[in-house]
């Protein structure tokens, strides 16, 4: 066994001292023989790693998958701002009317009158003549002490009065807020009683006052 091994580098020394034209580092040709399955060397260092190739191309579309399940409802979101006011749009048709509201109460009317007469003679000239006998005085319109009427309720209001004349002639006016607007004259009639009357119409706002004198 020991001449075999001799042998076998002899052999193996020529192949050593041979001399080459390759280059440093190019890789040396197999040997043939034999002997060449159990010369290989030993594994070098593993190389570095090469630099990375280019995209591929897009490759085909797949077929359509299944429809997949429902997801879950998500959160509710915030209520958002409030958007610009819109153009107005056209006229709507009228509606249908509606039912037939209840009956409402009574309005109620405000009235204002009054009736006086006299108990006495006139005896003081150019003063607010005192009717102090009352056929009618429900509201208190008229003041029996002053003897005016108190307007309360602004309107239309119709004054009218009726006077005895005897012993002596009569004139008397009816006045509004101290001014006269209408007058009446009766003269006596001797040995006879005589009888004038006066009406009119007037406006009245709260507060205005009316009477004979």
Known sequence: MLLLGAVLLLLALPSLGQETTEKPGALLPMPKGACAGWMAGIPGHPGHNGTPGRDGRDGVPGEKGEKGDTGLTGPKGDTGESGVTGVEGPRGFPGIPGRKGEPGE????????????????????????????????????????????????????????????????????????????????????????????????????????????
């Open 106 to 213: 009574s309005a109620y009317v405000y009235r204002s009158a009054f009736s006086v007469g006299l108990e006495t003679r006139v005896t003081v000239p150019n003063m607010p003549i005192r009717f102090t006998k009352i056929f009618y005085n429900q509201q208190n319109h008229y003041d029996v002490t002053t003897g005016k009427f108190h307007c309360n309720i602004p309107g239309l209001y119709y004054f009218s009065f009726h006077i005895t004349v005897y012993l002596k002639d009569v004139k008397v006016s009816l006045y509004k807020k101290d001014k006269a607007v209408l007058f009446t004259y009766d003269q006596y009639q001797d040995k006879n009683v005589d009888q004038a009357s006066g009406s009119v119409l007037l406006y009245l706002e709260k507060g205005d006052q009316v009477w004979l004198q």
